[in-house]
């Protein structure tokens, strides 16, 4: 098997920086654009062969980890709280959960029972992979998820779940007991079908206050991370927009902590400790530029970096629709050769 992502993960010498990207399965691929044409979103979350076959599409660029294609919001339908990806809306959520009361109908849901298709995707994909390439499991947050959940969908402010947090401390935090239940059994369910790596994304928890974020989320994080890392794989931490978080996500728990692209690589590092290893951070709009400055700006964090060990290269978020694929592969062959010569002692 290519270990390079593992072994990076664990913060062993590696001879190359391993490099996967978030979305790396998605609308950018012709691929995925023609299998979407066919099934919705959720369909393809829902049927296991073809989370299979998206999840394989990206590897052909020579990624050194897969990643299995699900979305965050897949535990809510179980859970009790069904939603839709509804056309140019993104997901919404049919009955938004905004009192004691519906916080107190959604139910801790077994994943084997609810969420059994993915458990089932996770097995399908490690048999495909036949040991040649690590598969990461992920799932969401409790903040994030619970954003989605108070505001039935996308928010720019996050007003009602602030709201709620604030105003009702003792049902916010029953909410995010729930939530933290359900991903926590989700992701040691994943990790026992096949998972060899585990990322929680975190994507909106950058809307929060360090006391907000400290007294309100991470303790449920902290359940979360804290259990997992028990398996004994890699467990990625990630969130956007959290450069005045990183201490306290490194607090909340994580073997690697992800580092968006408005944190220069070292700084970061710095703060979350030399015993973590670090993911990141490449602005994912670098892709849609002329393909030479986003290798110039890849260079920059690899030379960074140098030769210390734990360093996974990623992007800031994700790889957004309008990439190029022959960028991503560009980038992808370019972050190999350059961080060989430079682990090498070549420089770059």
Not at 72 to 92: D, Q, S
Not at 109 to 135: F, M, N, Q, S, W
Not at 146 to 172: F, I
Request: glycine share 8%; with cysteine.
């Amino acid at each position: 098997m290519s270990d390079l992502f593992l072994r990076a993960c664990r913060r062993e010498p590696v001879p190359t920086t391993p490099i996967w990207l978030m979305r790396q399965a998605g609308r950018y691929m012709a691929e995925y654009r023609a299998l979407r044409q066919k099934h919705t979103l959720l369909e393809i979350c829902k049927t296991p062969e073809l989370a299979l076959e998206v999840t394989l599409q990206p590897l052909k660029m020579g990624m050194d980890a897969a990643i299995l294609f699900a979305d965050i919001l897949l535990p809510l339908e179980p859970m009790g709280a069904p939603f839709e990806f509804a056309k140019g809306e993104g997901p919404v959520v049919h009955s938004p959960v905004r009192t004691r009361a519906d916080i107190d109908r959604l139910r801790i849901c077994d994943p084997h029972e609810g969420l059994g298709y993915v458990l089932e995707a996770v097995r399908l994909i490690r048999k495909e992979l036949d040991g040649k390439t690590p598969l990461i499991g992920f799932a969401g947050a409790p903040f994030t998820m619970a954003s989605y959940l108070v505001e039935g969908g996308k928010s720019s402010d996050y007003r009602l779940t602030k709201n709620l947090m604030w105003t009702d401390p003792e049902s916010w935090s029953l909410l995010m007991s729930k939530i933290s239940e359900v991903v926590r059994r989700y992701l040691r369910a994943q990790v026992e079908a096949g998972a060899q790596a585990i990322q929680l994304f975190d994507s909106w928890a950058g809307a929060l206050t360090q006391a907000d974020y400290r007294d309100h989320v991470m303790p449920h994080v902290k359940s979360i991370l804290s259990d997992i890392e028990k398996t004994g794989v890699p467990v990625i931490h990630f969130g956007t927009n959290t450069h005045h978080l990183l201490e306290l996500q490194r607090d909340a728990g994580g073997t690697v902590i992800g580092l968006d692209h408005r944190t220069p690589i070292l700084d970061g590092w710095k703060r979350v400790g030399e015993d973590r290893a670090v993911q990141g951070n490449l602005d994912s709009l670098l892709l849609c530029a002329p393909v030479e400055i986003a290798k110039r700006r890849a260079t920059e964090i690899l030379e960074a970096v140098g030769t210390r060990p734990g360093h996974v290269f990623n992007l800031g978020h994700g790889i957004i629709p309008e990439t190029p694929p022959d960028h991503v592969k560009a980038l992808i062959d370019h972050v190999h050769e350059t961080s060989t010569r430079i682990r090498a002692g070549g420089g770059a």
